[in-house]
């Protein structure tokens, strides 16, 4: 079974990086080919995608948010991280991880961690 | 404002038949694209409901349903339970957005 969960600190000041890692269990991220993939959430509101890496090690982020973003895998760690950089207020969400399966696109999100509060505050 | 579009809130009384609809375009369901739907109980994460339009997980039970035509999908949950409360959102691509799109979300209230 596998498993996902995310790290990081739950605050952040204006105008610095965000940035969080998702350690997944249960099975290799280097095997299979999945999209390692990051969705945050809002209160109250609805689901982002903010990106992907995939097995192969390709990227492809939300464009909305390109400029800022980064994904990048440890497969010696078995994680996936996330940054997110010149975050505001409006970056405030609950931060998933998830593994995305499929041929292409849209794939879909089969496996999710519990997600993880980050707080944009100075 | 999301490019799927879903119905705010749906309700139903205990083992009545519900169905929310996800409307797209032309740039997404309407080119093609697969829907995928997702069911968030309070205070948890997203959890797999429907995949590549009509296929449920193992697991998930056959009360739900999901269909597409044209430019909408709908999913369809008969036999009402309370443990069905949630919020339901649909997934798909969008080829002008370039990337993934979820739906606004559709609250679901068991009467």
């Known amino acids: 079974q596998v498993q996902l969960q995310e790290s990081g600190p739950g605050l952040v000041k204006p105008s610095q990086t965000l940035s969080l890692t998702c350690t997944v269990s249960g099975g290799s991220i280097s095997s299979g080919s999945y999209y390692w993939s990051w969705i945050r959430q809002p209160a109250g509101k609805g689901l982002e995608w903010i990106g992907r890496?995939?097995?192969?090690?390709?990227?492809n982020y939300n464009p909305s948010l390109k400029s800022r973003v980064s994904v990048s895998v440890d497969t010696s760690k078995n994680q996936f991280s996330l940054k997110l950089s010149s975050v505001t207020a409006a970056d405030t969400a609950v931060y998933y991880c998830a593994r995305g399966e499929g041929s292409g696109w849209p794939y879909y999100f089969d496996y999710w961690g519990q997600g993880t509060l980050v707080t944009v505050s100075s | 404002q999301s490019v799927l579009t879903q119905p705010p809130s749906v309700s139903g009384a205990p083992g009545q038949r519900v169905t929310i609809s996800c409307t797209g375009s032309s740039s997404n369901i309407g080119a093609g694209y697969d829907v995928h739907w997702y069911q968030q109980l309070p205070g948890t994460a997203p959890k797999l409901l429907i995949y590549v339009n009509t296929n449920r997980p193992s697991g998930v039970p056959d009360r739900f349903s999901g269909s597409k035509s044209g430019t909408s999908a709908s999913l369809a949950i008969t036999g009402l339970q309370a443990e069905d409360e949630a919020d339901y959102y649909c997934q798909s691509y969008d080829s002008s957005l370039s990337g993934l799109v979820f739906g606004g979300g559709t609250k679901l209230t068991v009467l």
């Open positions: 890496i995939y097995t192969s090690g390709s990227t």
